[in-house]
């Protein structure tokens, strides 16, 4: 999977109320919401969208101007889901091109439903791929492309039912388990093994949240043999246990 790709894990629109909007003066952006500007311009945080841009927010921040926009806004579900808007900043703006404008124009006309839904989520892409491009340079993005790093998180994301050791880490980045341990501190800020019981608690949280399997089942999707076992690491991380999780997860959800 390429690091790119981890941001998109479980965000996508479903029913996201797309609408054709017109803004002037000072209005409140809130929510994830994505914004296409038809005509016009806003200033969001400093940046300006035209025409063909793209504006993405998350919570509640001031945008000044007058445009027509397209929005649409997304729910994001679930614990590894949350992580896209844990590296995301509060506003971003994707240059466009004045064709896009036109497109843009074009998306309102189809009408709700799944066309519109992934015609919103292909938006979505292209502004995070933009942003992606210009900002993974540091944190947790950095760590996603790092060629060490990189890797390693990726067969953690992949594959979290399997028996990882360092030594076993260390081999799919091709280095010493000490040059792997030093540079994933520095750049994810946890040691290995420590993220990957936070990355397999999270996949379990969801699961708990969305299905009806069992906890024993769950376990063992994450790499647990026995449920007492995944239980007890469960709870380190979260504060509850699994059984709690089915209602509290599905509510925060």
Known sequence: MEPFDELLRGVRADGAGVRRT???GTEVLSGLTLYAVVSGEISVLGETA???????????VAAQGQATVISGTYDVKGALARRLTAVLPDALVAPGYDEC???????STVGPGVVTDRLLDWLMV???REWFDREHGTGWLAALGDEVVGPVLRAMHARPEKAW????????????????AGRFAKLVGVPPLTYLTEWRMGVAADLLAESSVTVAAVARQVGYADAFGFSAAFKRVHGFSPSECRSRCAASA
């Open 101 to 107: 404008a036109a497109f843009y124009g074009s998306v």
């Open 126 to 128: 292209c502004a995070l």
């Open 50 to 60: 035209r025409a063909g841009d793209i504006v993405v927010v998350q919570g509640s």
């Open 22 to 24: 017109e803004l002037a």
């Open 165 to 180: 050791t360092l030594a076993l880490l260390a081999k799919e980045a091709g280095v010493a388990r000490t040059t792997l």
